[in-house]
């Protein structure tokens, strides 16, 4: 088989060339070139900062090659991104000692449009890395309006009672995931649910925060 790989794999770079999973760069190898890992380097935050009450982590600030990786993962399905930051997220995390990671919902549409939830996926693989079981516990009660589109005052009352939770909890230490958090509206209103169903901390880790 390793003899196989040895001729097989030159044959499929040539063909499909690695390409940067950020910028789209020809690399020697699959990955996140130079230009942009140190881009994204530049952003680093790890500093929890709090919303509503709640502790956030996050890895990096909002913007540039952060902004394009997110991207790529959200809409272009890439999961390599994913792969790339759950592990240092977890370790974030970890001094928080949670019981649990539970991935902050998308509207089922959306999931649809782009065929998986990042937020589900990195959920998972933040589980696995901190050795925690990873529930979907909330659900998301009616279809809200992307935040991005309204102002301070309708994002509010966009996700006001927007989430629910599946089944009651006993005192757990949650961590809520999303990729990005910015007024921390939608996930105070995701923390608060959690809350109400018998959670007895939620603390936030999101890849980047905006704020
Ligand atoms: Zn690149």
């Not at 190898?29 to 502790?55: A, M, Q, S």
């Not at 998972?124 to 979907?136: A, I, N, Q, T, Y």
């Not at 966009?158 to 006993?170: D, E, I, P, T, W």
């Amino acid at each position: 088989m390793k003899f196989l790989r040895s001729l097989w794999e030159p044959l499929v770079n040539f063909v499909f060339p690695p390409l940067c999973r950020v910028c789209e760069e020809r690399l020697s190898e699959e990955g996140i070139c130079e230009v942009c890992w140190e881009d994204i380097l530049k952003n680093l935050l790890l500093e929890p900062k709090t919303f509503y009450g709640f502790r956030v982590y996050s890895l990096f600030r909002y913007g540039g090659k952060v902004r394009e990786a997110i991207e790529q993962m959200k809409y272009g399905g890439i999961r390599a991104i994913a792969e790339v930051f759950a592990p240092s997220l977890a370790e974030l995390l970890k001094e928080e000692s949670p019981d649990v990671v539970v991935p902050l919902p998308l509207h089922p549409a959306r999931v649809r449009e782009r065929g998986f939830s990042q937020t589900v996926l990195l959920a998972k693989l933040m589980g696995r890395e901190l050795s925690v079981p990873v529930k979907k516990v909330i659900f998301r009660r009616r279809y809200t309006r992307p935040q991005a589109l309204l102002s301070a005052d309708e994002r509010s009352k966009n996700v006001a009672g927007a989430f629910s939770c599946l089944y009651r909890l006993s005192g757990e230490r949650v961590v809520l995931v999303d990729d990005v958090i910015t007024t921390g509206n939608t996930f105070y209103h995701a923390a608060s649910a959690l809350l109400s169903a018998g959670a007895g901390e939620v603390i936030g880790a999101t890849i980047a925060r905006g704020a």
